[in-house]
């Protein structure tokens, strides 16, 4: 069993926010695979279904972005998992926009949803980092981070939700770089 978990805010003002980019990507994938429909467990939603042979646990955290890793911890403690089996997918500042990288371990680089799952798990857990480009300065990034997806980038985000649940499979069966190099493929067509 593996805990998938999108970082967010929760509420319909934050919904198309760059920093939900997480909650977006869990939402594709449940659509995608037909997930059980999602339930008030852990501090936030969680949803049931099966990717491959592997049974896999979606959840949004309600507790805000800064504090994730409480319902991440208590969904991990309840199933008895590792960190290793916790993955996490969020906004990366540091990526261009509607790129994906995934790795596994390290620092939190300034994201606080990051910096509160590694407070509740240590750092070994996975991580799907979602692109959504720097503003240019420091000063613009809470605005950038806490701003609406534009028009113009609607498409193209749909397109990235779309490939990352597309091959999700390659994440439930262990191989990263698969996934990867396939939903870059995706996006290049």
């Known amino acids: 069993m593996q805990l998938w978990t999108g970082l967010g805010n929760p509420g319909p003002q934050y919904a198309l926010h760059r920093h939900n980019i997480g909650f977006m990507a869990v939402d594709a994938i449940a659509d995608l695979y037909d997930f059980s429909p999602a339930k008030k467990q852990f501090q936030g939603w969680l949803q049931e279904g099966r990717i491959g042979g592997g049974k896999i646990l979606l959840?949004?955290?309600?507790?805000?972005m800064?504090?994730?890793?409480?319902s991440i911890g208590e969904a991990v403690r309840f199933f008895k998992l590792a960190p290793e089996d916790v993955t996490v997918f969020y906004d990366?500042?540091?990526?261009a926009p509607f790129k994906v990288r995934v790795k596994r371990?390290?620092?939190a680089a300034?994201?606080?949803?990051i910096r509160s799952a590694i407070q509740h798990?240590?750092?070994?857990?996975?991580r799907i980092r979602l692109g959504i480009g720097h503003p240019g300065h420091k000063d613009r990034v809470t605005g950038h981070v806490l701003g609406n997806f534009a028009k113009a980038e609607m498409d193209p985000l749909a397109d990235l939700l779309g490939a990352v649940a597309a091959e999700a499979h390659w994440l439930a069966a262990g191989d990263d770089t698969r996934f990867v190099n396939d939903v870059a493929l995706r996006l290049q067509g």
């Open 110 to 113: 300034g994201h606080n949803g």
């Open 121 to 126: 798990l240590g750092d070994p857990f996975r």
């Open 92 to 95: 990366e500042l540091d990526l």
């Open 66 to 70: 800064n504090e994730s890793g409480r």
């Open 105 to 107: 371990g390290g620092g």
């Open 59 to 64: 959840l949004k955290p309600a507790t805000f």
